[in-house]
């Protein structure tokens, strides 16, 4: 097999991450400004979703490191090219953990968001279990991330003594979470239709809320698609196979963000909006069960 040309993907992954993080920015921003200014409701849900926002900054800046240091080309044209694969292995596997950061606060504020529109003891105990499962699967991804080597330095310094767990057991425990991931994001995306069937709304709302609430799916795919392509983590040429699995784990980050923003954001599509306290609070969250209402969203 010949040497491979000196294609760089390195522009595309910083162009994708810059690009992505502006618009879950952008996202973000406007929800924060209709619940402080138009519907004037703040609640935990929007909390987690600006905190899911501050891992994904993060990643990006991490992202930026491993640019700088090669990753998205091939590892024959790195000056020190073990150094260089060992020190984007050690800022990736920081990534890898905000990662599931960001993920985890994105399903906290879905789930929260869907208890606006409609609060009873069911589905409270479900989301409740759900995210309870996601925590703990959270938390082992990070805690098996940290001891990947004993000490973690040893994971890029090997003249650091200590002992290491294989790679492919390390990302098989983030198997697990994706996996799970998976199921979570369909349980979400399902539940908007099972809330909704008997609220008393027009048809077409209904509609437009779970289209809205479905724009989950694409980071779904994204999670997807990530398992696939882990085995960039651990090949000959990691720098240049890396590449996949960072564009698939960026959008999976900034599309769960955006699209758990866009159904908060619906009151701006309102002809005329509440122009008192006392009609923001109960035209937008009033969050009843069975069909008498339509917390956080309902347009009149």
């Known amino acids: 097999m010949g040497v491979p040309p000196d294609h760089r993907t390195t522009g595309g992954i910083l162009a994708e991450y810059y690009l992505l993080t502006a618009l879950a920015l952008f996202w973000v921003a406007l929800r924060v400004w209709v619940r402080i200014r138009l519907t004037r409701n703040w609640g935990w849900d929007d909390t987690c979703i600006v905190l899911a926002w501050l891992p994904l900054f993060a990643g990006l800046v991490l992202i930026q490191i491993e640019a700088n240091l090669g990753l998205g080309r091939h590892?024959?044209?790195?000056?020190?090219?073990e150094t260089a694969a060992l020190q984007i292995l050690k800022y990736n596997t920081f990534f890898q953990m905000l990662n599931v950061l960001c993920t985890l606060l994105?399903?906290?504020?879905?789930?929260?968001?869907?208890?606006?529109?409609?609060?009873?003891?069911?589905?409270?105990?479900?989301?409740?279990?759900?995210?309870?499962?996601?925590?703990?699967?959270?938390?082992?991804?990070?805690?098996?991330?940290?001891?990947?080597?004993?000490?973690?330095?040893?994971?890029?310094?090997?003249?650091?003594?200590?002992?290491?767990?294989?790679?492919?057991?390390?990302?098989?425990?983030?198997?697990v979470q994706s996996g799970f991931t998976i199921v979570v994001d369909l349980c979400l995306t399902m539940t908007p239709i099972i809330v909704l069937w008997d609220v008393k709304i027009k048809r077409g709302r209904k509609t437009m809320i779970c289209g809205l609430m479905s724009l989950g799916l694409i980071a779904t795919v994204s999670n997807a698609l990530r398992n696939d392509f882990q085995s960039g983590l651990t090949s000959a040429d990691m720098?240049?196979?890396?590449?996949?699995?960072?564009?698939?784990?960026?959008?999976?980050?900034?599309?769960?963000?955006?699209?758990?923003?866009?159904?908060?954001c619906a009151p701006l599509l309102r002809r005329n909006p509440p122009t008192s306290t006392m009609a923001q609070s109960t035209a937008y969250y009033a969050p009843h069960a069975g069909g008498r209402s339509?917390?956080?969203?309902n347009g009149g």
């Open 239 to 264: 720098t240049y196979d890396m590449t996949a699995v960072s564009v698939v784990a960026i959008l999976e980050l900034s599309s769960g963000i955006i699209a758990a923003c866009i159904p908060a």
């Open 75 to 81: 590892m024959i044209y790195l000056q020190d090219a």
């Open 294 to 297: 339509l917390g956080g969203i």
């Open 106 to 175: 994105t399903k906290y504020s879905i789930s929260l968001y869907l208890l606006r529109i409609r609060d009873d003891r069911r589905l409270r105990l479900g989301l409740g279990v759900l995210m309870l499962l996601m925590t703990l699967a959270t938390i082992a991804v990070i805690v098996v991330l940290s001891v990947s080597c004993i000490p973690l330095q040893r994971l890029w310094d090997k003249s650091v003594p200590g002992t290491c767990l294989a790679l492919a057991a390390v990302y098989n425990v983030a198997y």
